[in-house]
Structures are given as structure tokens and as C-alpha cells.
């Protein structure tokens, strides 16, 4: 054997003389295990774009289909303050200018939605409004992974977090009120918000407004909704959906409320599933069961299973099966079958809530049972309550659906849907108080009328407001929950 032949051989001897597997199998089967890795992530990212695409071909069919039918139902409740140019957009997302005294808010200017053409329809028929339907909108929350921007007295639902003129809660209800009207859309809140929601919501029937003492998680505020709703109307289905969510493409998501109304009337607890555009792991996700096979509801299946916040790569994984859909938090339900579905699996949430709805109709008695039961009343979720147990009976829908959605839950999916130019940061406010040199990504809250200057950082969190300010990094943004925490230790609560 020649030298140099030699000393090629002598690695693999010395492998095998250990025990070991030779090098170059070793080689090879860490290349193999890139290869792999490499196709999967490829088959991944060709199915998020056919995600996409399918709901852009969607909407666009839908455009092409009004355009030849050369109709309209266009409806008021659909027509959302949107400014079409940045020279028209908002200076602040502030709708009040008593919350931040030094900024001025100028005129909304109103013209159609960019989100989708709201005129649009797929229904089977001519009217919007479901008959029996009522919208239920809780109204949450602190928004604390947007501090400082969202305070405990003026949340994110309260914000105009895309300058359109219009906040959350006032998009949310523009949304759904073509399906259910003023007399039956309920908003769910505490005694520090309803001053600013009844402003913000003039056509909001007073007795439509249920004032929680406390907060006590979504099960208590959605159960004391369905409650007394189900005395004022046994019949009534109800469809809970938050006060803080962004949707795009409401024709879809109008036609998926519909359908799932659908199937709520067989007595299930219906959730809308999103079909995910990237393993995300800050949402729950929803396990597709079995198809139901209503005529009314074709894509209607049973919920398999409700699987918590993943890691990376088992939400890559969940995505990859096709099988999971984003839990919204988002269901439809017979307001008197979620009180049964209550009664069987927390006894005494039930029995309280009962109580207080007894009471509700009489003033004077509401608020003396309300002050004796609701501070006992345990504080949970939904998801957890009745949904998860009932899903296991097979008791829980879900209806797919194509629309985007985003719960604006924190600086890094805040920046994502504001409009920037190429290695910029995002401008939550007047893009003339920002100015940058070698500054790309983030997102910069210009709150305090100050001139915010960055020069050399990327990706940077900047919330400017006259009484604080915030600088941490996009990556990070989902940790501001922690600094609210230490700030509330360290006696800041005035500015939480």
C-alpha cells in the first residue's frame, strides 16, 4: 500500500480498531440528516405559501364573482375609517385626546376597509343578520406585552393600533354588527372601561353592557354573558370574540361565523380554527377531528384535541400534518347549552353565575348579589373549563378558516402589520418626529411629541411616552410582561 493510501486508511483503522463506525459513514449520515432537515424545512415553507395564495385566490374570486353580478349589499356597519395614503393616516393611535394630553389627534377621514372589500358576500342569501344570534364581545385584559403603550386604564382594545381611525374594540364591532344588529351585540367589561367603551360605542345599548366587578379570566366573563342572556332569551346562540384581535378578509371570516352558528344549533360548543401562516409558538393550536357531515356546515369537523402554546418544532411539526389549526379563542354556542356544558364540569361556577343572571333584570338586587358571589366565582379560562373536557366527549366543533388573524400580542406582531419603507423601522405615530440613519427593522412609538433619532441599531422596540419610555429588541418583546412585573415591585404602579 502506498503512503498516501496509508494515511487515508489510517483514520477509518483507527475508528474501527476503537469500535467505532467508520468516518465516512459517519459523515454520511450526518449529511443525510441535513439533506432531510433541508426538505423539510423546503416542503414547509412551499406549504405556508400555498396557505397563502389559496386565501388570496379566495378573496379574489369572490371579488370577480361581485364585479360579474354587478350587485352590492353594502352595510354601514362595514364601512371602517381608513385613511388610503401614509399622508392621511393618524398621527397617534390615541382616539381620545384626554389620554395623552400632549398629542393631537386629528380628523378620521373614512373610506373603505384595505382589509377586504366588507361588501362582499358568500352567503347563501340576501341579509347578513342571523336570526337568534348574539354577539358577545369581552372586553379584557391590560394588554401588558404592550406597556407602555396599553395601561391598565386605556388597554389595546381602546388604541388605534393600525391609525386608521378606528380602535380594536370599534373594528371588532363594525365587523360583526351586520350579523346580530345593536340589540344583540353585548360587550363584557370592567368598571374602568365602560366610561371609554360607551364613548367609543354610541349605538351600545346600555343594557347590553355587563360590568364585571373583577376580572376573573374568559370563562366567568363569557359564562355571566351567556347566563343572562339565556333568561332573557332561551334560544339565543351566542359567539364570543375578543376585543383586541386584528382580522383580514371578512368576507371569510363572516362565512365562518355562519357556519359555525350552523352547528351550534346540533348542540356543540363551535370553535373557529385559523389555518396557520408559520409555526407560531406564542397561540394554542386546535387538532382536527373527524368531519361532522352537516349539509348546512361542510366544513365542520370535531375538535380532536386542544394542544397549549408549542415549542418551535412541534409547531413546525403540527403545521407539517395539515391537522392543526391557530386556536383564536373564538365559539359559538347555544347559550343555554354552554350553562348545561358548565353545570357538568364546574358545578359552582355554574350555580353562581346562575345566581347573579337572576338577579341581573333588578338593579338594586344585581349589585348586592354580584358584591356575595363574584369574588368566589373561580378564575379560569374557557379553553380549560369547559372546552378541553367537552372535547373529550366530542362535544366540540371546529370550523376551518381562511381569513388572517393576529392578536396583536406584543411590539414584534404589532410591527408586522403597520406599513414601512425597505430597512426602516415601523412608525406606530407621525413618522416626522422619527428619524433614522442605518436603522432597519423594529418598530418606534413616537408618544411623547420629543424627536425620537436612532443611528446604527436594528430591529429595536422603542415606545417613547411622556411619562416613560421603553427600549428593548423586537426579539425580546414578548418578555415586556416581566419589566411591567418588576416595575409594579419596584412602586411604578401609577404608570402600569
Known amino acids: 500500500m502506498s503512503v498516501p493510501a496509508a494515511l487515508a486508511a489510517s483514520p477509518n483503522a483507527a475508528a474501527q480498531a476503537s469500535g467505532g463506525p467508520p468516518i465516512e459513514f459517519m459523515f454520511k449520515q450526518i449529511m443525510d440528516a441535513v439533506h432531510k432537515s433541508q426538505i423539510e424545512i423546503t416542503e414547509l415553507r412551499s406549504e405556508c405559501h400555498e396557505l397563502r395564495q389559496a386565501n388570496a385566490s379566495l378573496e379574489r374570486q369572490v371579488r370577480e364573482g361581485l364585479q360579474n353580478n354587478n350587485s352590492r349589499l353594502g352595510t354601514p356597519g362595514f364601512t371602517t375609517p381608513a385613511p388610503g395614503s401614509p399622508q392621511l393616516r393618524a398621527k397617534s393611535p390615541f382616539l381620545s385626546p384626554n389620554t395623552v394630553p400632549s398629542l393631537a389627534v386629528p380628523p378620521s377621514i373614512y373610506v373603505p376597509s384595505p382589509l377586504s372589500d366588507n361588501a362582499l358576500t358568500q352567503f347563501p342569501f340576501g341579509v347578513r343578520e342571523i336570526p337568534g344570534f348574539w354577539v358577545v364581545i369581552p372586553a379584557g385584559g391590560a394588554g401588558t406585552r404592550l406597556w407602555p403603550l396599553s395601561r391598565e386604564e386605556h388597554p389595546k382594545f381602546l388604541l388605534d393600533l393600525t391609525l386608521k381611525g378606528r380602535s380594536l374594540i370599534q373594528a371588532t364591532w363594525d365587523r360583526l354588527i351586520p350579523l346580530s344588529s345593536a340589540a344583540r351585540t353585548a360587550i363584557v367589561a370592567g368598571p374602568a372601561h365602560v366610561k371609554s367603551i360607551t364613548e367609543q360605542l354610541p349605538d351600545l345599548l346600555a343594557h347590553n353592557l355587563f360590568c364585571e366587578p373583577s376580572a376573573k379570566e374568559s370563562m366567568a366573563a363569557i359564562g355571566l354573558a351567556a347566563a343572562v342572556l339565556a333568561v332573557r332569551d332561551p334560544n339565543a346562540i351566542i359567539g364570543s370574540f375578543a376585543a383586541d384581535h386584528m382580522i383580514s378578509g371578512d368576507d371569510a371570516f363572516l362565512s365562518a361565523v355562519a357556519e359555525a352558528v350552523e352547528v351550534a344549533k346540533k348542540d356543540y360548543l363551535v370553535t373557529i ?107 379560569i379560562a374557557i379553553d380549560h373549563a369547559v372546552a378541553e373536557p367537552a372535547a373529550l366527549d366530542r362535544r366540540v366543533a371546529v370550523v376551518p378558516a381562511t381569513f388572517g388573524w393576529d392578536d396583536v400580542g406584543d411590539f414584534s406582531s404589532l410591527a408586522d402589520l403597520l406599513p414601512a419603507e425597505s430597512n426602516q423601522p415601523r412608525i406606530l405615530g407621525d413618522s416626522g418626529l422619527v428619524v433614522t440613519e442605518q436603522a432597519a427593522g423594529g418598530i418606534v412609538v413616537p408618544g411623547s411629541g420629543r424627536l425620537v433619532s436612532l443611528l446604527g441599531v436594528d430591529d429595536l422596540v422603542i415606545v417613547d411616552m411622556p411619562d416613560t419610555l421603553l427600549v428593548t429588541t423586537r426579539a425580546r418583546s414578548q418578555e415586556v410582561k416581566r419589566l411591567v412585573k418588576k416595575c409594579r415591585e419596584a412602586g411604578w404602579k401609577q404608570l402600569l
Open 273 to 379: 380554527g385559523i389555518a396557520p401562516s408559520h409555526p407560531s409558538t406564542g397561540f394554542g393550536y386546535v387538532r382536527l377531528g373527524e368531519k361532522l357531515g352537516l349539509q348546512d356546515a361542510p366544513n365542520a369537523r370535531l375538535v380532536s384535541s386542544f394542544k397549549e402554546k408549542p415549542d418551535a418544532r412541534t409547531a413546525a411539526a403540527y403545521i407539517k400534518t395539515g391537522n392543526y389549526r391557530w386556536n383564536a379563542g373564538m365559539f359559538v354556542v347555544k347559550a343555554a347549552f354552554l350553562m348545561e356544558l358548565l353545570k357538568e364540569y364546574k358545578p359552582e361556577l355554574h350555580d353562581g353565575l346562575q345566581q347573579i343572571a337572576r338577579a341581573w333584570a333588578d338593579e338594586s338586587l344585581r349589585q348586592k348579589v354580584l358584591d356575595e358571589v363574584w369574588p368566589g366565582l373561580e378564575k
